[in-house]
């Protein structure tokens, strides 16, 4: 009894830190690399083309760089991306929770609507819809909450 459970012990710890490494390697090099571009016009440039578009979700155009990870990468690239963002922007709860939420809709794209596509949904037609409810939902949010 004792060596199941010392083993199970030792099983958890060693997938949990496989886990950390895992996504520390995707998500320590987009925290630099989002940090590098806070510093530079390339950012403001992304964010101004934008806030026309997110202002209507009450989010700032900087937002859209975790929108663009967590939609062509994932989840955790979405965090990483906001982590830099959220210490120079006064973000609300408000605005992380709608931020949030447009991401848990439209993320990971790429590899969602290929599996999509494998059940004959078109690939383009399932990535316009995931954007388009995502964006909505972001309007939506915003008025109502």
């Known amino acids: 009894m004792m060596m199941n459970i010392k083993k199970a012990v030792a099983t958890g710890l060693q997938e949990g830190l496989d886990t950390t490494w895992n996504l520390a390697k995707l998500i320590i090099p987009i925290y630099f690399v989002i940090t590098i571009l806070?510093?530079?016009?390339?950012?403001?440039?992304?964010?101004?083309?934008?806030?026309?578009?997110l202002g209507l979700a009450g989010v700032p155009g900087e937002a859209v760089v975790a929108l663009i990870m967590g939609a062509f990468v994932n989840v955790y690239a979405a965090i990483a991306a906001l982590l830099?963002?959220?210490?120079?922007?006064?973000?609300?709860?408000?605005?992380?929770?709608?931020?949030?939420?447009?991401?848990?809709?439209?993320?990971?794209?790429?590899?969602?609507?290929?599996?999509?596509?494998?059940t004959g949904?078109?690939?383009?037609?399932?990535?316009?819809?995931?954007?388009?409810?995502?964006?909505?939902?972001?309007?939506?949010?915003?008025?109502?909450?």
């Not at 806070?38 to 806030?51: D, E, G, V």
């Not at 909505?136 to 008025?143: A, E, Q």
């Open 38 to 53: 806070k510093n530079t016009p390339f950012l403001s440039m992304i964010a101004s083309f934008f806030q026309p578009a």
């Open 84 to 118: 830099p963002l959220v210490h120079s922007l006064p973000l609300s709860p408000k605005q992380i929770t709608i931020i949030a939420t447009m991401v848990l809709i439209c993320h990971s794209i790429p590899m969602e609507s290929a599996v999509s596509q494998k």
């Open 121 to 145: 949904v078109p690939f383009w037609l399932v990535t316009v819809l995931r954007l388009a409810v995502a964006f909505i939902m972001g309007i939506l949010l915003n008025k109502v909450m």
